[in-house]
Each structure stands twice: as structure tokens, then as C-alpha cells.
């Protein structure tokens, strides 16, 4: 794996946590935002996970891109295929390009960029809040399918409080970001903002207490990185 000054968190065969406050706000190349990276491979046009904050009306260009995935958490992004307001989950693929702007309130955005396939070409935009909900495998959890391709899944898990799910291992590696509440494990407690990485073949046994927990949640993605 070739690596440059501007990796973080760049081996994928390790378990990594970025709890609130983990990290500090970033300058962006695009004027009117700023980011707050949790994993980085490469230069400027990086394999990148981050979370993104742009300020009130905020412009932007229309970069081809190698692929993004973003969700909502704040405020709203438009561009000239879609409105995405608060809980607005997109998937771009690889050659898309839309000029994009934030709305009057800003926008906070929870993004994945260059981790596409070039076989997965499907455009996704979902609002989640209005979307239908299935019951989990557990008691207590319901889940919003959002996308899937080969190994790759994601999805939105909401968890009731004082859930538990069993033991169960990660083909592919399991990445998580609590949206809400607090979600725990054996190896730690995680609140609202908190993001996971665990390594392919990694196990846990996740839970949750009084707060019960939402989180985004994609598996199967970290096997090839």
C-alpha cells in the first residue's frame, strides 16, 4: 500500500474510533467549508471519509468525481438533479458531476468519497425520513435498507433502548456512525457523532442502554482496501 504525508487511518486491518471532539475542523480546497476527516488513503483526490460543514449558501462547482456517498445530518444540499434536506442519503457514481450549493441554514454532511466500484453505476437518493422502515433480525431493531452492490451494504439501524444483538463477525470489514443516542460494545461506549471502523473478519456484540442509538451502518467495503 503506498502511502503519502496526508494519510490517516490508512490501515484498513485496524480497529479505529473517532469519538466527538476526536478530531479538529479542517480548511477545505473548496471555499465556505470545512471538514473534519476520519480516514484518508492518497492525495487531494483521496480514497476519504469525513464529515463535512458548509457554510450558509455556499457554492460550489461541478467536479467530476470518482464516486461519493453522503448523508444529510444538517441543514440542506442542492444541486441540479436533487434538493437533499436533513436525512437526505445520495450516492453518486464514479463520472457524475453536479454543481452544488448549501442552503440558507448551511449544511452538515457525512461523506464518502472514491470507495465506488466501477461496476456500480446506480444513482441513489433517499429520504430517509420519509422512507419505510423494516423490522430487524432482533427484537428491538429496525433497519432502512439504503444500498447494496456485490459484498457492499448499507443501511440505517435504528436500535430501541436496552437492545442487544449477538456476537457476530464482519466479512468485509463494518464501518458505523451514531447518529443519535449512544451505542455500545464490549470494547466501548460510543455517543452520538462517535464513528467505528473494524477490520475484515472482526467481531463484536453490540448494544445499547436507556438512549437506545441510530447509526448508519455499511459492511462488506474494507475487504479489497
Not at 456484540?205 to 474494507?222: R, S
Amino acid at each position: 500500500m503506498r502511502t503519502t504525508k496526508d494519510d490517516l487511518r490508512a490501515d484498513f486491518a485496524r480497529r479505529e474510533v473517532v469519538r466527538p471532539g476526536g478530531e479538529a475542523w479542517r480548511p477545505s480546497p473548496m471555499a465556505g467549508a470545512e471538514r473534519y476527516l476520519l480516514d484518508r488513503l492518497g492525495e487531494e483526490t483521496a480514497r476519504e471519509t469525513s464529515i463535512v460543514r458548509y457554510g450558509a449558501g455556499a457554492r460550489f462547482g461541478a467536479d467530476v468525481h470518482g464516486g461519493e456517498e453522503f448523508l444529510v445530518l444538517a441543514g440542506s444540499l442542492h444541486d441540479d438533479a436533487s434538493d437533499c434536506p436533513e436525512g437526505t442519503y445520495v450516492r453518486n457514481p464514479i463520472g457524475t458531476a453536479h454543481p452544488r450549493w448549501a442552503g440558507p441554514d448551511g449544511a452538515v454532511v457525512f461523506v464518502k468519497l472514491h470507495q465506488f466500484t466501477a461496476a456500480d453505476t446506480q444513482r441513489v437518493v433517499i429520504d430517509t425520513r420519509a422512507a419505510r422502515w423494516r423490522q430487524g433480525l432482533v427484537p428491538g431493531l429496525t433497519v432502512l435498507p439504503l444500498h447494496e452492490h456485490g459484498h457492499e451494504h448499507a443501511a440505517l439501524v435504528r436500535w430501541a433502548p436496552s437492545t442487544r444483538f449477538m456476537l457476530h463477525q464482519h466479512w468485509g470489514g463494518e464501518e458505523i456512525l451514531v447518529l443519535d443516542g449512544v451505542f455500545e460494545d464490549e470494547h466501548g461506549t460510543y455517543p452520538k457523532g462517535s464513528w467505528l471502523r473494524s477490520p475484515h473478519l472482526s467481531a463484536h456484540n453490540p448494544f445499547t442502554g436507556p438512549d437506545g442509538a441510530l447509526i448508519y451502518v455499511k459492511t462488506g467495503h474494507l475487504a479489497a482496501a
